[in-house]
């Protein structure tokens, strides 16, 4: 049987070699409380050494493309420290880059409007890098994907504009772009956040979910961009304007997640929006297992990001009432873990959990110091924070409502600021 030409790997390497990626990461993630209080969602830390924008970065790297934008705004200060610590390693003499593209007024005098209006206040940047195709991508989810079989679907079907996809709960698919589509997987109806979504047919309990990455021919979206940036009622955002437009007037088509997904583990293509405290916490606490279902160690398809030069994590003391353990942990570099039990958590970078203590099933940011007797439950502790001695946290929620945030399903947020510690001041 003869091989399709477009998906052979040189034919997918030349489509991501004419690619240019723009990851949209200028959003806050109100959703997340005080977490994005100084920070916009994508530079969040996640998986113990992490930031969520990694996982977007490391599959555009691992996919073959590597021309990238990041389009910033919010509170971009720890996005863009992060970005030029752990992704200057490309080489400009090869017309690689990761090129950060803040909101700077280029074409008119207003702040990014919508996502389509962060594209377009790029577009003469855009335009000067020469791009065949644009990928468009979210800045704050986690996952791994690669591009490049996306690319090749979207050329195999001579589309103008390809939209990636998975099923979610019907339940759920109100806070995403639901479409429908024909049997060629050629879309036919796009609605942006409906109060009643569409199921899809045969199955009444899922939907069909944008996952906000799209692959445009380069010539295309401009003209679509300009369009839109002349219409003076659009909201200027791709899913509520600029896909409903197109739909019925040109070849816009849906890419399975499942057609892309690396390395799943046990056919579960994994994907995850992490854009509130339970969702966050839950996601860290799933790494935590055996065999979680995203494998952060797996060699041929690397998370790429900026580490700090630490010392291996220490565990110290050995008497019954005294001994530094952790069990189901992820306990990351330069941690010390002194006389106290980490039980079913993830530490992050420069933790010291000071002597008889307990943490148990708890996400732990940089830089956080837990002095003597504390215990620490269902907890969510940002990146430098003290605890003082004796301080309990997840034990009793009402008296956690009084200082800090409690979740919907009972996780406790904790923020040097919440602790009278304030960490961001100007005079």
Not at 1 to 10: A, E, F, G, K, L
Not at 316 to 340: E, Q, T, Y
Not at 360 to 386: F, Q
Not at 389 to 404: A, S, T, W
Request: glycine residues 8%; hydrophobic residues 40%.
């Amino acid at each position: 049987m003869q091989q399709d030409s477009t998906s052979s790997p040189r034919f997918v390497s030349a489509l991501t070699k004419n690619t240019v990626a723009l990851i949209l990461a200028g959003g806050r993630g109100s959703r997340l409380k005080d977490l994005t209080n100084w920070r916009a969602k994508p530079a969040v830390p996640f998986g113990g050494k992490f930031r969520i924008i990694d996982f977007p970065l490391s599959n555009c790297i691992n996919s073959g493309i590597r021309r990238v934008g990041i389009v910033t705004q919010y509170k971009s200060h720890s996005l863009i420290q992060h970005i030029q610590r752990g992704w200057g390693f490309l080489r400009g003499e090869f017309n690689e880059f990761v090129e950060l593209l803040p909101a700077q007024q280029r074409i008119e005098e207003e702040w990014y409007k919508g996502t389509a209006d962060a594209v377009f206040q790029n577009l003469d940047i855009l335009r000067n890098m020469g791009p065949e195709y644009v990928l468009i991508l979210a800045g704050d989810h986690i996952y791994k994907m690669d591009y490049g079989q996306m690319l090749a679907s979207h050329v195999r079907n001579k589309a103008d504009m390809t939209v990636a996809c998975l099923n979610v709960p019907i339940e759920e698919a109100k806070a995403f772009g639901v479409m429908g589509v024909d049997d060629d997987d050629r879309i036919i109806q796009f609605r942006e956040k409906p109060d009643n979504p569409d199921p899809l047919p045969g199955d009444p309990t899922q939907s069909l979910a944008s996952m906000g990455i799209y692959v445009f021919n380069a010539a295309f979206l401009y003209e679509q961009l300009i369009r839109d940036a002349d219409d003076p009622d659009s909201n200027h955002d791709f899913g509520q304007n600029i896909i409903p437009q197109m739909i019925h007037k040109y070849r816009v088509f849906a890419h399975r997640f499942a057609d892309s997904c690396v390395n799943s583990a046990d056919g579960k293509h994994y994907w995850r929006d992490v854009g509130t405290i339970d969702a966050f916490w839950e996601a860290n606490m799933e790494l935590t297992k055996v065999t979680p279902e995203l494998n952060l160690y797996d060699a041929t398809w690397p998370i790429w990001t900026y580490q700090a030069q630490l010392p291996p994590a220490k565990f110290v003391f050995d008497s019954d009432d005294r001994r530094g353990k952790a069990v189901d942990s992820l306990i990351s570099g330069g941690c010390i873990i002194s006389g106290s039990c980490i039980r079913g958590s993830v530490l992050f970078s420069d933790v010291h959990v000071h002597s008889f203590g307990n943490v148990e099933e708890s996400v732990i940011l940089p830089n956080v110091d837990i002095g003597r007797h504390v215990t620490l439950k269902r907890v969510v502790i940002d990146k430098g924070a003290r605890i003082p001695e004796g301080m309990q946290i997840g034990v009793n929620p009402e008296e956690d409502r009084k200082r800090f945030y409690v979740s919907e399903k009972g996780i406790t947020l904790v923020t040097p600021e919440m602790l009278g510690q304030n960490m961001h001041y100007a005079r």
